[in-house]
């Protein structure tokens, strides 16, 4: 999982919490087939990221029921 890039989830976004130092935390709700994805949140935190977010009405796992989507080596 060290070569990976960039992860692709759904996500539910939970809560949004302002900080005195002015800085926004932000609680992610991942679903639990995105335990690949929330593991490599876990093992990069406190680095920084980039993040593009894409609100949609609903997942398409949940649509189709796929069900795990692993995470996927992205070159950039």
């Not at 639990?32 to 949140?41: L, T």
């Amino acid at each position: 999982m060290s070569d990976i890039k960039a992860v692709d989830h759904v996500e539910e976004i939970r809560h949004v919490k302002t900080m005195a130092d002015g800085s926004f935390n932000i609680t992610l709700n991942l679903p639990e087939y995105c335990a690949d994805q929330a593991a490599w949140y876990m093992k990069n935190t406190r680095k920084f990221a980039r993040t593009v977010t894409e609100l949609i009405d609903e997942p398409e796992e949940k649509q189709n029921d796929r069900g795990k989507h692993k995470p996927e080596k992205i070159d950039i």
